[in-house]
């Protein structure tokens, strides 16, 4: 990260949005852990390839929040600052609306999803595909990785080669895992 871009990060005024995110705290994740880590991991994972946009940053703090927390008083988010508007705005096109399965959602997001909701997509799947190792339910696993390759590889193709690669990196390791696991299961049953 250059040193204009570090300038940049430090005007963007992240941590009303961090404050935010902490509502999340508690609130597990099936993986483990919990969703508040899950918006930091987001984050992280953005800054790591190089994106500064403030809004894209701050919604990845919140992206979450709409969802978990139903009965959030959505004024709060608009009024946190001057982007408020456009966070919460880029916050609704990666949230899921009642009324959508989830393959309907993420067609969603690829189709008609701006630039920044499928970055911002894409750096959540990461995260969420990377807490993988850490759940043993293998049918879940075999969903979400099958979940991954036919809707959200196709929208990383849309918007980044790096991030593209660390997804199918990341599918590319759960599968060996989900293998693996069946294996020894086999073999601990005598198959």
Known sequence: MTTEQMLHLSGSHLVPYIQIATLLIGKSRY??????????DTLAILI????IDSVLLKASLIHDVIEDIPDLNHNILL????????????????SRR????????????????????????????????????????L????RYIKETVDYVLPIANDVSEHMTRELSDLVESRKKYLQNFRSQQAVAKGE
């Open 31 to 40: 993986g483990g852990g919990n969703m508040f880590r899950h918006q930091i």
């Open 48 to 51: 790591d390839y190089g994106y």
């Open 79 to 94: 009024n946190i600052d001057f982007e408020s508007h456009a966070v919460y705005d880029l916050v609704q096109e990666v």
């Open 98 to 137: 009642r009324d959508e399965s989830k393959p309907d959602f993420l067609l969603r997001v690829r189709e008609k999803g701006s630039h920044n909701a499928k970055i911002l997509k894409v750096a959540d799947r990461i995260s969420n595909v990377i807490s993988l190792g850490f759940v043993n339910n």
């Open 139 to 142: 049918d879940f696993i075999e």
